[in-house]
T-cell receptor
Framework: NAGVTQTPKFQVLKTGQSMTLQCAQD?????MSWYRQDPGMGLRLIHY???????DQGEVPNGYNVSRSTTEDFPLRLLSAAPSQTSVYFC????????????????FGEGSRLTVL | DQQVKQNSPSLSVQEGRISILNCDYT??????FLWYKKYPAEGPTFLIS?????DKNEDGRFTVFLNKSAKHLSLHIVPSQPGDSAVYFC?????????????FGTGTLLAVQP
């Protein structure tokens, strides 16, 4: 069972370089999201999508772009990497439920560790 | 401004004893609260949740308590096992908005000593 797959697992960039973190899920989930984990900060939401063609900003969207052209894929783009973007990035997906309905479980990938020098 | 707070970065308990992990939130606009567990080099995994209209939810060794007047959430693990050693995140879902958009706390590292 693949679940949520993130690539690459590790990446080192120089300041100003661009790159894309890939995320794919095979569970036909409508909802996908990106979080970053930093020491003492927990998990912070970067961007999310409630379906193909629909994206929105989370708590810390600056410096990141996303798109959702298919249900399965939700790439995260860093256009000009900065040392402050050194972090572990997690992609997560779930079924969508109506507002107020019981939460669907959020499934996470294994993470992508990014270092920006 | 941290809306969901876990003030204890770490907790150490003996195997077989109770582990109590705490979480506070700063506003009342959440309808679901959840706990996630994370092992090193893995993604977080769902543990247990509670609706804001309830005050307790139990699943095996894990019980979550919600005190709305105090804006406080706790996770009890009884009995604690060495395999429970992990980072525990509490999370809250805001009313309305995106369906599974979660706000996470900073995490508590639980160490269960054999």
């Amino acid at each position: 069972n693949a679940g949520v797959t993130q690539t690459p697992k590790f990446q080192v960039l120089k300041t100003g370089q661009s790159m894309t973190l890939q995320c794919a899920q095979d569970m036909n989930h409508e909802y996908m999201s990106w979080y970053r984990q930093d020491p003492g900060m927990g998990l912070r939401l970067i961007h999310y999508s409630v379906g193909a063609g629909i994206t929105d900003q989370g708590e810390v969207p600056n410096g990141y772009n996303v798109s959702r052209s298919t249900t399965e894929d939700f790439p995260l783009r860093l256009l000009s990497a900065a040392p402050s973007q050194t972090s572990v990035y997690f992609c997560a997906s779930s079924y969508s439920v109506a507002s107020g309905e019981e939460m669907g479980e959020l499934f996470f990938g294994e993470g992508s560790r990014l270092t920006v020098l | 401004d941290q809306q969901v707070k876990q003030n204890s970065p770490s907790l150490s308990v003996q195997e077989g004893r109770i582990s109590i992990l705490n979480c506070d939130y700063t506003n009342s606009m959440f309808d679901y609260f959840l706990w996630y567990k994370k092992y090193p080099a893995e993604g977080p995994t769902f543990l247990i949740s509670i609706s804001s209209i309830k005050d307790k939810n139990e699943d095996g060794r894990f019980t979550v308590f919600l005190n709305k007047s105090a804006k406080h959430l706790s996770l009890h693990i009884v009995p604690s096992q060495p395999g429970d050693s992990a980072v525990y995140f509490c999370a809250a879902r805001p009313y309305g908005g995106a369906t599974n958009k979660l706000i996470f706390g900073t995490g508590t590292l639980l160490a269960v000593q054999p």
